[in-house]
């Protein structure tokens, strides 16, 4: 059992970028990526590269052997049954289409109703409104209270319609609430409902258990979690997986073809055609090493230390809004606005001090129209960050107010709060 | 590590802020003969014209939106450039000139800020006309 806590002096020391003299306050965005998963990466292109899964010699039986050590790393760490549940993706966004293509396709027909939330990325909103659309299947998204926490009464009466599948985020990307999603998985498979959650916040900052969790599909993005682009991670049931035909066809998922058709590859592979992302598979099992030694338990102590200390400090600005829930409930994730200055603005003011700040919708636009906001700014935090990084940004918020309010008496709103 | 600012800051000029807190040409016209909104799908930001027209030439203008001090500020300076303004004038304005009104140096990061309200323009002028597509 690893301990509660990790040196962050000592983390930093294996992420070069830092030495830049950035704050980087976007991590939820994408992550940094330490040196010992650039090295793995670079290894394999130096050492080892070739590729997968028809070897004829030494290397490629190695590029085979680290990519597939891969599987067992991410099964330990999200406590998978098997291997053969863990399908190789780009990222979540493609996870969740290929269920949304190969399950969806078989299982939602004409009138079925599909419950999401309006604390939903456009990755697990736009896969079902397609498939939706196709089918003839309606749409429901439960919705958040006040505190940016979902409605829990109103996700119980949607259940009461029967569900055919339920769909949402375990944390909200834009807000950082971390949703009761044991609970909420419990009651939806009562319901007699599928269950995909989006686990592309969560995995990066909490320790995650899927059979404890008891859905049926799970999807995240390594990018996020230290690992590289490009490489993902699809969790499913083994038994709906059996059942459900291939999302892509063509070399590597096939046993045999003929001009008369093909058999396709077993489990996991039949999920995964053309050459894959080899290096960044083995990225993100060095990524998956490197935060399994840190201990995720550790990982979510900092981050709710780091966020609690941002969540005060933000709280004592004038004119700040801060989104969401209090900080025991939400992951390292502040969104927030400020009267009279664009978030655009104020992450541009911010970059001339090297401080990295999201501004935007945050890829949750039905969110942000819910709250009546064009965009919020977020500052979103890792396994690096430290709080002299808040403090810089907390300067930066009261460098676009002085320039934006020379006089505290002329705070003018602006026009975007006259439309 | 600080860059100099207030005064003489290199984007958020005095004249871009007053922009931003005081749009000219703000609000909707009751009959327009042009109206067009865009939108800036990465940021949020809206800018929606209102145009009329008389003789070909642009008689009134107003706009509206929400965004960024660099959106707002630059739609308020086109306004004050195309009120009285014939429309196949209007059309030939390129990103050149409305980057060069704004007078600062506008980043990558920005451009797509700063131009949004030239869309609205171009969009809104052309698709009135049927034809003479540049």
New interface residues.
Partial sequence: MSTLTFDVAEVRKDFPILET?IAYLDSANTSQRPRQVTGAMLEYFERFNSNIHRAAYRIAEEATERYEATREKVRAFINAASTKEIIYTRGTTEGINLVAYSWGRENIEEGDLIVLTILDHHSNIVPWQILAAEKGARIEFVDIDERGELRQDQFADLLKLSPKLVAFNLVSNALGTINPARDMVAAAKRAGATVLVDGAQATPHQPVDVQALGCDFYAFSGHKMLGPTGAGILYGRRQLLEAMPPFMGGGDMIKTVSTEGATYLELPWKFEAGTQAIAEVIGLGAAVDYLSELGMNAVRAHELEITEYAFEALSELDGLQVYGPPPSRRAGVISFSLD?I????LA??A????VCLR???HCA?PL?TRLGI??TARASFYVYTQRDEVDRLV?SIK?AQ???H?TKSSI?R?????? | ???P??AD?Q??REYI?DH????RN?GRLEHPDITHEENNP?????VGMDFQLHDGVIEDIRF???????S?ASASLLTERLKGMPLEQAKKINKDDVIGELGIEI?P??IK?ALLSLKVLKVGAYGLADDDEE
Avoid: W
């Fill in positions: 003299g009279g664009h978030p655009h603005d541009t003011i970059d001339r001090d090297q501004a935007g919708h636009m942000m064009p965009a300067s460098e002085r320039i934006f020379p003018s602006g026009p975007q709060e006259v439309a | 590590m600080s860059t600012m207030s800051d984007l958020y802020l931003y807190k005081n749009p703000y990465l940021c949020g930001d809206v509206h939106g929400r965004g960024c001090a660099i707002q980043s990061a920005r800020c």
